[in-house]
């Protein structure tokens, strides 16, 4: 499946391209197996193929949002979008949410993995909105990851998506691309969060958490890397690249 906001724009990217820099120089101390030369070409492409890339998690305001990313715990968004179409147009503030009820809440979200644990979540984060933020989504990390159900990762997709901050979430995909390529390696989700933060220059830190999360989607998959339809292939580290299958050799968006 290829996602349609990035189908297309391939040779748009690759005229934008530049020769990547030499590999032996790397800046020392830094987290990235990159050149200074190649982490700026890398996003680059990433900004000419996806100038304004966005969740795929549907939401109407902040705290449809964090309801949204907190059902999306080990579940697709599609499905989450697929529970919370309905379900935001009658719950799509605190306050209502908690008039509806955990109840009417788990048969909404009955669907997606976890629903039990996740309706008592939902639940228990709105009334804390409520009694502790009068109703409003705070815009700040520590407040968040005090709202039951939500962690760090979760508090970095909301800062950045709702408020434009330059956050970056970790989860699988991007810890998958960070690695795979060199961009920024590291052990655990927090050492590639504080990897991607350092190396990314402050024109693209805001987009870099959808750059790599549809990159690692869509074209960067765990089992089987698409490397023909990479537009970073050049740069990027892993080896052996996967080689195209007959018939489709020329290289596509991510």
Known sequence: MEKPVVAGLAKKAKAKMQPAAKKTERKEGSPSLLTPAEIEEVFSRFAAAMPK??????????????????????????????????????????QKMLALGEDKLRDAIKTIGLFNTKAKNVIALSKALVENHSGIVPQDRAALEKLPGVGRKSANVVLNVAFGQPTIAVDTHIFRVANRTGLAPGKNPLQVELGLEKIAAPQFIVNVHHWLILHGRYVCKAKKPECWRCIIADICRFEPKTPAPAGNAKPASN
């Open 53 to 94: 890339p966005q969740t795929e998690l549907q939401h109407a305001n902040p705290f449809t949002l964090l309801v949204a990313v907190a059902l999306s715990a080990q579940a697709t968004d599609a499905s989450v979008n697929k529970a919370t179409k309905t379900l935001f147009e009658k719950a799509d503030t605190p």
